[in-house]
Each structure stands twice: as structure tokens, then as C-alpha cells.
């Protein structure tokens, strides 16, 4: 496991619609392991490397974005006021700091209650950059701003912030580097704005036209504590999803990942995600409809600034991945 | 184009009726004022006017502009056995401001009345009544005659009349026919270094869809949607965003419900009017949506960015505006397609 890579990942600036910094460090990492990489006019990085074989083409996408806030006012004292961008709740974030692209930090805290049992709405939180006024603060409505955690190796686990999903671009990345000669073209496509439009993967997927395409992201487990009944585990291998509230994955695509894995011998999940879906929702729907399915990796805490992982897990994700790319 | 002719042009779009589905009243008073000044003017399957107006030459970027022609309003759909008409929404209305209003029922503009069935005001604090429960009277004595006057699928919208109000005017529709008068004043103006599609769109308050077939069909490099926005700069109870405010210029947007601006054309827009010094403002993030909704994700991606004029009460029956803030949304968005290059937006 390559933890300094993942930890470049997780910890660089990257919200939907301004994911430069995200870019920049993925690009260079897979510049020389691709056969040509290219940015599309939304701003997905597409790194490609041929095939051998009869051209079909094959999408793998993993998001550069991260769940954000944005700030929507700025009041006579200096607090700041937000929105989401993606899906936040307020009961993750209360306490924890926020970190702007120009550096600047700020602490998330929330008014004072009649009555403080009540979870609080996103409107009764508010942000403290440490300003004394608004001519002070040293941002403006509009600046984007991402949760702070750092990543932390813990005996098998990660945590960190938005492993969501640079975990399944650390996958990508470390796929593209291991896998030997493919059949099909295969385009490594981290995308942008999965949080909130899936218009990233939508649009590349668009022009690349492709036959058979699949999302790599992080998915729920049902593994803590009185968790919503879902059967993955962290801990117990990939997860090949058979359908989530936004995709029913293709059953060809589904299966071609379960043989894959059966060959192999890596341990895998079906999975059934209630709430939630990925790129390859809106990727299955691009031009007359693509086979499309996900490989995901459990995940607990997803959307909070903790987020865990298992690193067996991580590891048979690029395993699977290879198998399923590269059949002996 | 003067402040007179651009709020004659805004007074004459605000008047003419057109809800979603519904538009080709919008669309016919709109093309002698496009005629001559662009190359070409075609409507497609949904209806859109789409206007093109050919760059010179400078580069060879396509960039798309778009207006709604739609505004709120309602539909007829069934009749009463006493001849009054009942009502749905076309668009998203506040059911409150309804009761009692006078409307402009189907093509002859029949005049009309909203009333309320079983009226009874014993409880000032009785519920809000929902569209539902509400009748629209139009003088029918029974059904057979309000059938033949207004049959199911008749188009309802707010009977207002635009004027001046002091600084200000006063009028229906401002959401979005002030971006379509913007977009006329722009299109009468001089030859622009990009290449240019102004698209008239169809069906924005029912869902962005217009706009989506013609961000497909234009293809642009980059897209600038024109709006009439939400003002909620009244006092208020508790310091908080106004969402945007009137007379402090056109208002861009960095991120909405339907979409994230491109933060280039963001970057642009203000350096163009910081440069030229006109104001503007941000509109409070998280808020609405727009066309540039679905137009930004046709084909291959298309950076987008909103332009609006700040109006204060839109989707009710009287909208006001800052004539500034239109004439200044014509000049900030013509400098900012003037200092659009291929640079702005490429990607390396």
C-alpha cells in the first residue's frame, strides 16, 4: 500500500467544480504510465492506455471531487454562513475546520438552541475564520471550502477525509501501474462534480463513447452499531454492486467482476446500496445506453470527515479490477 | 440600445403571455426585433428561437446564450357545474398570493378572476388554500359555455400590466423576460469576436428543458445564461443574505441547486467589471436553478455561467427591477464575450 500516494490524494484541495489541485497531483502521478492523458472541457482527467486487442473501449471512473460547503453570507462580525456542496449533514461537522483554497481555516459551530436536543439545520451552522468584522474576513460568498482530517494508518484501517473518493482513485492509479497488456482500450477517467451533478463522468463518458463502463467509489457498510441492514462488511473484500438507488448494474458487467473474482480467489460482496449511487449512473445513460457496472470499496462514516477503510480491501479492489481487465 | 427602447422592448415581452408549453407568443413578439441582425433565426422540435449571430472572425469559439421565454402561471383543468374554472400550477407558485388576483385566460387574453369556492373568513387564521380548492371565474354561466371558452389544457397567467414605479419598474414575467430583453439588446449590438447563439428557451420553469436540446444542438464552447433573480432585500428579521439585491447590479452565479459555475468564466466576469468598472454582485449560493442546469452537461461538458438581473417578488404577479441593473447586465455580459478567448477556457 502506497500510503504516502494515498494521503497525497485524500489531503489535496479538490470540492465539485474546483478540483485543479486534486488534478494536478493525479496527472502527474499517471502521466507516465498512460498512453495519452487529456482533460475534458469540465475538467476530467482521462488518462488512456491501449489495448492490443479489437478497440472496445472500457471507462473506469473514480471522482476527484470531495464533499465542501460554500460560503452564502457574511455577517457584520464576521461569520460566515453556508451551503452544501454535496450531500453534508450538520450532525458530522459541528466542531470540526474547514480549509479554503488560499489556506485559510475556519471552525464549524452552531448557534445557541432553545432546545439543543434537536439536531440543528445547515442554516443554524455557521463558520469562524476568526474575524472581527466582515471588511476582515478573509473570504467572500462564493469561496468553496473542504473538511480538514488528516489520514491516520491504524493496524489495518485507514481514516482519513475523502477517502470518498480518492481511495478509488488511489485504485485506479495503482491498477494502471500494475496491470499488464489489455484487450480493450481502457480509460482511467477520474472525474469532477460526482457530488453533486455527476456531470463529470456524464459528459466524458459521452465523448469517449465507450462499451462497457464502470465506477470505482466507496460504498456503506452495515458493520456498526444498529447500521441501516445492509449486507457489506469492511474488512471483507470488494464490493460488486448489484444495484443502488440510482443503477441497476448491468448483469453481464456484474458478473464478468463476480467470474473475475471466483478465478482469482478473492473474497467479494454483492451489494445493495439503499441510498446513494455513483458515476455509473450517469454514465449507463450516455448516447444510446452503456453496459455499466461499480466495484466499490466499504467504507464506514462516508460523508463525514472520518471516513475508514480496510487496506485487504483496497488492495483486492485493484486485484479484482486487474483480473477482470486482463484475463490470463 | 437606449433606456427608453431596451424598457419599451421589456414592457412589450413582460405583457405577452407564455407559460411553459406555451410559448410562441414570446416567440413571435421577439422576431422583428431579431430580423436583420442576426444571419440566421430557426425554431427547433421544442420550440426554442434560436438566433445566430456570426462572430468576426477574431477566433472561432461557439458560445451560447440563452433567455427563458416561459413565465409561472396556471392551466385550466376541469370545470365546475357552475362554470368556473379549476386550476394547476404551470411553474412554482406561492398558493397565497392567489385568491382574488385578475388573469388573462387562453389566447384572446379572456379576463378572468381568481375567487375562492365556499368563502369564509370566520378564521383570520385559517390555512392557506391550496391551488386545488381554487376557482377562476370568467363570467361562464355553466359548464358547457366555460368549456367552450376555455377548454382543459388553457393557458392562465397574471393580468398585470408593466409601468414605470419610481426609479424602478413594475411588471409580470421579469423571470425571465428581462434576460430575454438582455439577450435582444446584445444581439442588436455590433459583431462579437466568438461566434454566437442566442437561444430563446422553452420550458425552464418546468424543468431546464429547452435549454438542454439546445445546449445538444448549439454545442457551444461555453455557455452564459441570462436570468431574472431572486431579490429578498426587504428588512429583514435577522441579519442574513438578501439572496441578491436590486441596484447593486447583475448578479452572477458560482453555484446553484442545478449546477457549479466554471470558476474561469467567474474569474472573467469580474475582471471584466472591475475593469469596466460595472458592479456586481454574487447571489447567495445553494439557491434555485437555472438553464444552465442541463446545458452544461451536453456532449462532451460545457463551462457555464449565470448572469442575472437582480427582481424583487418573481413568480408573483407584479416583479420590480432596476432598469441599471438591466442596461448593466447588456454591458457586463457584452465586455465579458469581448475578452472571451480560447485561452479563457482551454484546457492544457
Known amino acids: ?328 | 440600445m437606449n433606456r427608453d427602447a431596451l424598457l419599451e422592448l421589456l414592457y412589450m415581452l413582460s405583457n405577452t403571455p407564455g407559460t411553459s408549453g406555451d410559448e410562441i407568443e414570446v416567440r413571435r413578439a421577439l422576431r422583428p426585433h431579431l430580423e436583420g441582425h442576426v444571419e440566421s433565426l430557426r425554431v427547433d422540435a421544442m420550440g426554442n428561437l434560436i438566433a445566430h449571430k456570426k462572430g468576426t472572425g477574431a477566433h472561432d469559439l461557439r458560445v451560447l446564450l440563452t433567455a427563458h421565454m416561459d413565465e409561472v402561471g396556471l392551466m385550466v383543468v376541469d370545470h365546475t357545474g357552475e362554470g368556473a374554472l379549476k386550476v394547476a400550477t404551470s411553474g412554482s407558485i406561492d398558493a397565497r398570493l392567489l385568491p382574488g388576483l385578475e388573469v388573462r385566460v387562453g389566447p384572446q387574453a379572456r379576463p378572468g378572476v381568481i375567487g375562492i369556492k365556499a368563502i369564509h373568513r370566520a378564521d383570520e387564521d385559517e390555512n392557506v388554500i391550496p391551488v386545488s380548492a381554487l376557482t377562476v371565474d370568467i363570467g361562464a354561466h355553466d359548464r358547457e359555455e366555460a368549456l367552450e371558452l376555455a377548454p382543459i389544457g388553457t393557458r392562465i397567467t397574471f393580468a398585470t400590466t408593466a409601468h414605470p414605479l419610481g426609479q424602478l419598474v413594475a411588471g409580470k414575467a421579469f423571470d425571465d423576460r428581462a434576460g430575454c430583453a438582455a439577450l435582444v439588446a446584445l444581439l442588436q449590438g455590433p459583431p462579437l469576436p466568438c461566434d454566437v447563439f442566442g437561444v430563446f428557451t422553452v420550458q425552464e420553469e418546468v424543468g431546464l428543458r429547452g435549454a438542454r436540446v439546445a445546449g445538444y444542438t448549439v454545442a457551444p464552447a461555453a455557455a452564459f445564461v441570462l436570468e431574472g433573480t431572486i431579490a429578498d432585500d426587504l428588512p429583514k428579521e435577522e441579519e442574513g443574505s438578501p439572496t441578491s439585491e436590486i441596484g447593486k447590479g447583475p448578479v452572477l452565479t458560482v453555484m446553484d441547486r442545478s449546477y457549479v459555475a466554471d470558476p474561469r468564466l467567474v474569474r472573467l466576469v469580474i475582471q471584466v467589471a472591475t475593469a469596466a468598472g460595472i458592479p456586481y454582485q454574487f447571489k447567495q449560493p445553494g439557491i434555485g436553478g437555472t438553464d444552465a442546469g442541463t446545458i452544461h452537461f451536453t456532449r462532451e461538458g460545457v463551462p457555464a455561467i449565470t448572469l442575472a438581473i437582480p427582481c424583487r417578488y418573481i413568480h408573483g404577479p407584479v416583479a420590480l427591477l432596476d432598469p441599471q441593473d438591466l442596461e448593466h447586465t447588456v454591458a457586463l455580459l457584452r465586455a465579458s464575450l469581448e475578452q472571451l478567448t480560447p485561452e479563457v477556457i482551454q484546457r492544457p
Open chain 1, 1 to 328: 500500500m502506497d500510503l504516502e500516494l494515498l494521503t497525497q490524494l485524500t489531503q489535496a484541495f479538490g470540492p465539485p467544480g474546483y478540483e485543479e489541485e486534486i488534478r494536478a497531483v493525479i496527472r502527474e502521478v499517471v502521466t507516465p504510465l498512460a498512453d495519452s492523458v487529456w482533460v475534458d472541457p469540465l475538467g476530467s482527467l482521462v488518462a488512456l492506455k491501449r489495448g492490443t486487442g479489437g478497440g472496445k473501449k472500457t471507462v473506469l471512473a473514480a471522482h476527484m471531487d470531495e464533499i465542501g460547503v460554500m460560503v452564502t453570507y457574511v455577517d457584520e462580525k464576521g461569520y460566515l454562513r453556508f451551503t452544501r456542496m454535496g450531500g453534508i449533514s450538520p450532525l458530522m461537522h459541528i466542531g470540526g475546520r474547514v480549509r479554503f483554497a488560499d489556506g485559510t481555516v475556519g471552525v464549524i459551530s452552531v448557534e445557541r438552541r432553545e432546545d439543543s436536543s434537536k439536531i440543528p439545520a445547515l442554516e443554524q451552522l455557521y463558520i469562524d475564520v476568526g474575524a472581527s468584522s466582515r471588511e476582515d474576513a478573509p473570504v467572500k460568498v462564493g469561496d468553496p471550502a473542504v473538511f480538514m482530517r488528516p489520514l491516520v494508518a491504524q493496524g489495518r484501517r485507514l481514516i482519513s477525509k475523502t477517502l470518498d473518493d480518492r481511495v478509488g482513485c488511489y485504485v485506479l492509479i495503482e491498477t494502471l501501474r500494475r496491470l499488464g497488456p489489455t484487450p480493450d482500450d481502457l480509460y482511467f477517467l477520474f472525474s469532477v462534480q460526482e457530488e453533486v451533478t455527476l456531470s463529470g463522468a456524464r459528459t466524458s463518458a459521452y465523448k469517449i463513447d465507450p462499451d462497457m463502463a464502470l465506477a470505482v467509489d466507496v460504498t456503506m457498510t452495515g458493520d456498526t452499531p444498529k447500521a441501516l441492514p445492509m449486507a457489506v462488511e469492511m474488512g471483507k473484500g470488494p464490493a460488486i454492486k448489484v444495484q443502488d438507488s440510482g443503477m441497476i448494474a448491468h448483469p453481464a458487467v456484474r458478473d464478468l467482476l463476480i467470474a473475475a473474482a471466483e478465478r482469482v480467489g478473492i473474497p467479494y460482496q454483492r451489494e445493495i446500496l439503499l441510498g446513494g449511487s455513483t458515476d455509473a449512473a450517469a454514465m449507463q445513460l450516455v448516447r444510446g445506453g452503456v453496459p455499466s457496472g461499480c466495484v466499490s470499496i466499504p467504507c464506514r462514516y462516508v460523508h463525514s470527515p472520518s471516513e475508514m477503510v480496510d487496506v485487504t480491501d483496497v488492495e483486492q479492489t485493484v486485484a479484482l479490477l486487474s483480473a477482470a481487465l486482463a484475463p490470463a
